[in-house]
């Protein structure tokens, strides 16, 4: 089954204690993609990627790292969340740019 | 820098009626413009796109219309029906090769019975 899957789904954590978000998609898509979503901002985008060691600031990076070493797999980082990290978070793959994004499942974060 | 309006940011209609939804655009080339739904927990989908060198595009009872002169593009769904109840998110792809997604914060919209 073609799909996207984030892990973990649900994360209570602390400030300051560094967390990986995983995301990994089995359609071979080039383009994959970080966003938060936050209550009346709609999804804003945090970082993407082109294609393997190719990756890109969207609209809110700060506090936040990727890397892209495998085609299929795109984590995100926090170094070091702070509570304003807490948050829905969406993976997102898509066969290029300008094309249909695939959502992952989500993931809610909390930071206390 | 670049940005995408969502208007309106809540939306009653009752059943069988018709629902608009309009967003305007800042980056003059953006080439792609698609619609999501979210339902209630669960994950965006595509419900609809359009590319720049197109006016209008339909499936079924979902069209979009884009003006790239005024930078503007709606949805319409037509023959609402409950089910039609979520959030729904334009987007329009944005900077050299498009590879920036900038998202409107999303309609409510309730399809009243």
């Known amino acids: 089954e073609a799909q996207v899957t984030q892990n973990p789904r649900y994360l209570i954590t602390v400030t300051g204690k560094k967390l990986t978000v995983t995301c990994s998609q089995n359609m071979n898509h080039e383009y994959m993609s970080w966003y938060r979503q936050d209550p009346g901002l709609g999804l804003r985008q945090i970082y993407y990627s082109m294609n393997v060691e190719v990756t890109d600031k969207g609209d809110v990076p700060e506090g936040y790292k990727v890397s892209r070493k495998e085609k299929r797999n795109f984590p995100l980082i926090l170094e070091s969340p702070s509570p304003n990290q807490t948050s829905l978070y969406f993976c997102?793959?898509?066969?290029?740019?300008?094309?249909?994004?695939?959502f992952g499942p989500g993931t809610r974060l909390t930071v206390t | 820098g670049e940005n995408v309006e969502q208007h309106p940011s809540t939306l009653s209609v009752q059943e069988g009626d018709s629902a608009v939804i309009k967003c305007t655009y800042s980056d003059s080339a953006s080439n792609y413009f698609p619609w999501y739904k979210q339902e209630l927990g669960k994950r965006p989908q595509l419900i609809i796109d359009i590319r720049s060198n197109v006016g209008e595009k339909k499936d079924q009872r979902i069209a979009v219309t884009l003006n790239k002169t005024a930078k503007h593009f709606s949805l319409h769904i037509t023959e609402t029906q409950p089910e039609d109840s979520a959030v729904y998110f334009c987007?329009?792809?944005?900077?050299?090769?498009?590879?920036?997604?900038?998202f409107g914060a999303g309609t409510r919209l309730f399809v009243k019975a």
């Open positions: 987007a329009a792809s944005v900077g050299t090769g498009g590879f920036k997604t900038i």
């Open positions: 997102a793959s898509s066969p290029t740019s300008e094309y249909e994004q695939y």
